[in-house]
C-alpha cells in the first residue's frame, strides 16, 4: 500500500544537473577571463553581457525546470524582459536622434 502512495513526480537525470554545473563553471571563467585579459570598451561589455545571458539562460531552463513548462508559461516569463529590452533600443534610438537634431539646430554649446 506504501508503494501504490509514492510520489509520482518528474525525475531528471544526476547528469543534466552536473553538465549544466560544468557549463555554468565554464561561462564563469570565460567571464572573467574579459576582465583577465584586459578586454576593453563595446568588446568587454558586450561578451560580459552574452556570458551572462547565456548562464541565466542555463539557470531558468534547467535549475528552474523551465524547459520542461508549457510554453504559456515561458512566454508569460521570458517574453516581458525581452519585450522591455526593444523598448529601451528604441528609446537609445530616439535619445541619439534628440541630441543630433538638437545640435544641429542649436549649435554645439555655451
Same mark, same amino acid.
Given at each position: 500500500?506504501?508503494?501504490?502512495?509514492?510520489?509520482?513526480?518528474?525525475?531528471?537525470?544526476?547528469?543534466?544537473?552536473?553538465?549544466?554545473?560544468?557549463?555554468?563553471?565554464?561561462?564563469?571563467?570565460?567571464?572573467?577571463?574579459?576582465?583577465?585579459?584586459?578586454?576593453?570598451?563595446?568588446?568587454?561589455?558586450?561578451?560580459?553581457?552574452? =556570458?551572462?545571458?547565456?548562464?541565466?539562460?542555463?539557470?531558468?531552463?534547467? =535549475?528552474?525546470?523551465?524547459?520542461?513548462?508549457?510554453?504559456?508559461?515561458?512566454?508569460?516569463?521570458? =517574453?516581458?524582459?525581452?519585450?522591455?529590452?526593444? =523598448?529601451?533600443?528604441?528609446?537609445?534610438?530616439?535619445?541619439?536622434?534628440?541630441?543630433?537634431?538638437?545640435?544641429?539646430?542649436?549649435?554645439?554649446?555655451?
Amino acid at each position: 500500500m506504501a508503494q501504490g502512495q509514492a510520489h509520482s513526480g518528474q525525475q531528471h537525470p544526476i547528469k543534466l544537473y552536473m553538465l549544466v554545473w560544468g557549463l555554468l563553471f565554464v561561462l564563469s571563467t570565460f567571464s572573467y577571463l574579459v576582465d583577465y585579459l584586459g578586454i576593453q570598451g563595446y568588446l568587454r561589455w558586450s561578451l560580459i553581457l552574452l =556570458f551572462m545571458i547565456l548562464k541565466a539562460g542555463l539557470i531558468v531552463a534547467i =535549475f528552474m525546470h523551465m524547459a520542461w513548462e508549457r510554453l504559456a508559461l515561458i512566454y508569460a516569463i521570458l =517574453f516581458p524582459p525581452v519585450l522591455i529590452l526593444v =523598448f529601451v533600443a528604441l528609446m537609445v534610438s530616439e535619445s541619439h536622434y534628440t541630441v543630433l537634431t538638437r545640435l544641429a539646430f542649436f549649435g554645439g554649446g555655451p
